[in-house]
């Protein structure tokens, strides 16, 4: 477990946040926050694909090291990877840019994107133990419910928090504040995500590791990053969550698959 969080944590806020508040509500067991991309849908490649195109357009940057540069803060809102990746360039040009990237990625990566194949029977395991399951994404909301909706996956999800209703930080201490008193998990797939997590008081991080072409994140990276358990498949997440919603030593901590997964 790292001791402190990084500025991965801090930046990027979103344009607001809920209007009404929601009264605390007691639930069975607990509840599991998923984010969105590279964890329920298996779209990464496809969004980076567009967010490197995108960056050579508006900055020049080599297509190839975009990808890697968008890869490598992802989990972030776009705006706040443009402004980290670009410090120097107009705010008008970065929030362009970053228009552009957001009506691609709809017509360009979720147009294709489809759930990782373990997906849909995890959320109905899950479901029938009596887990608590939410949704947590730097997408804007709208479209994560159509996504999730078209896929057949909304209706496991007790609510969806987007773009629109502030960021990761700011979305776990929300659902912190709803669901008061049980275990809490956030299950990411980036720096960003396990660093959040720790940033909020009561809630785990669990990871999905990945590997795509020329980039990768192994169990490894992402627990260096905090994460208590991560592998290339969420296939054993309930059995993991059984384990860790009890307390234990740092020494019995959940293990997870080490090198490269098989394909």
């Excluded at 990084?6 to 344009?15: D, I, K, L, Y």
């Excluded at 090291?65 to 706040?80: D, K, N, W």
């Excluded at 362009?96 to 489809?114: C, G, I, N």
Aim: no cysteine; aromatic share 8%; hydrophobic share 40%.
């Amino acid at each position: 477990m790292v001791s402190s969080t990084s500025q991965f944590a801090e930046v990027g806020r979103g344009v607001g946040r809920p209007k009404t508040p929601v009264a605390p509500t007691q639930v069975e067991r607990g509840v599991v926050v998923f984010d969105l991309d590279g964890t329920i849908l298996d779209d990464l490649g496809l969004i980076s694909a567009v967010a490197a195109d995108v960056m050579f357009q508006a900055f020049g940057t080599p297509e190839d090291e975009g990808r890697i540069h968008y890869l490598a803060t992802t989990g972030m809102p776009f705006e706040a990877q443009l402004a980290q990746l670009y410090p120097t360039a107009p705010p008008a040009l970065r929030a362009a840019t970053a228009r552009t990237f957001h009506q691609r990625k709809v017509t360009e990566a979720y147009s294709k994107a489809k759930p990782f194949p373990e997906v849909p029977k995890l959320l109905k395991r899950l479901g029938s133990h009596r887990w608590t399951l939410v949704v947590s994404t730097g997408s804007e909301t709208e479209m994560a419910e159509l996504l999730l909706e078209r896929e057949g996956l909304r209706y496991w999800f007790e609510e969806v928090l987007g773009s629109a209703e502030g960021t990761k930080r700011e979305h776990l201490a929300e659902y912190r504040r709803r669901y008061p008193g049980v275990p809490m998990f956030l299950v990411g797939d980036s720096r960003f995500d396990m660093e959040a997590a720790q940033s909020v008081p009561g809630v785990a991080p669990l990871g999905r590791a990945s590997a795509l072409p020329g980039w990768g994140l192994t169990p490894l990276d992402l627990q260096k990053w905090g994460a208590r358990w991560a592998d290339y498949t969420l296939a054993a997440l309930p059995e993991v969550l059984s384990k860790l919603e009890r307390p234990t030593s740092p020494s019995k901590e959940v293990g997870s698959r080490k090198g490269r997964p098989k394909r």
